[in-house]
């Protein structure tokens, strides 16, 4: 094992897909106005899955009150009331219309920013060689088939991890990682083997 660790690869191994975008993120491509009625009341990210709060208890409210749809449902689980003004019965739907203008952002790859912070946060004045980098640029729409299944930031379990190799990485490492530990994988498929014939044998 050469015993990368995630860190190192510096992609991110879960995006949540149903939360908020990052607001920095969008900001990479878009202009701060062009976001003002996207932000989430909650969390004050870029909403997604965009629900409208409808309660008549502050229906005379001036401003539109926008959330991500599992920001609000999270925070109604955890407190109960509303988080616009404390009271019960919350009441939201979803805004098909603002998803339609948030679907047409445009966005950079969120694997990619990820990695470029953490490399700015590294930098102490050393060249930092970048092995792989995500090109992708596209509509908010086109994101989550990105990350599933052009992403070359998208990391890979090792094929021998049933075997018992817990090694992550980018798809286009794991070629080198199945050369230089053929003799580990061949070592993981022998235990595994072996001890299965035990199982067989105490069986007869
Ligand atoms: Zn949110
Ligand atoms: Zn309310
Ligand atoms: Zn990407
Ligand atoms: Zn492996």
Not at 35 to 43: N, P, S
Not at 46 to 55: E, F, R, Y
Not at 84 to 89: D, I, L
């Amino acid at each position: 094992m050469d015993g990368k660790t995630q860190e190192e690869i510096g992609a991110t191994p879960i995006l949540l897909q149903s939360s908020c975008y990052d607001k920095e993120l969008l900001l990479k491509l878009n202009q701060e106005e062009q976001l003002q009625h996207f932000v989430c009341l909650i969390c004050k990210q870029i909403v997604n899955n965009p629900v409208d709060l409808t309660c008549s208890q502050h229906g005379n409210l001036n401003e539109a009150l926008v959330a991500g749809e599992n920001c609000l449902k999270t925070y109604l689980r955890d407190n109960n009331h509303c988080p616009v003004e404390p009271h019960e019965n919350c009441q939201y739907s979803k805004n098909r219309a603002l998803q339609k203008l948030l679907d047409e952002l445009v966005v950079m790859c969120p694997r990619q920013f990820q990695a470029s912070k953490q490399i700015s946060q590294k930098d102490n004045g050393q060249p930092f060689i970048i092995a792989y980098y995500c090109h992708f640029k596209g509509k908010v729409k086109d994101l989550s088939n990105h990350l599933e299944n052009t992403c070359p930031l998208k990391l890979v379990d090792c094929w021998f991890g049933p075997f018992g190799c817990n090694h992550v990485c980018v798809k286009h490492e794991l070629k080198d990682h199945l050369t230089a530990n053929l003799q580990f994988h061949f070592s993981l498929v022998m235990k595994t083997f072996e001890s299965m014939q035990k199982i067989i044998q105490s069986y007869q």
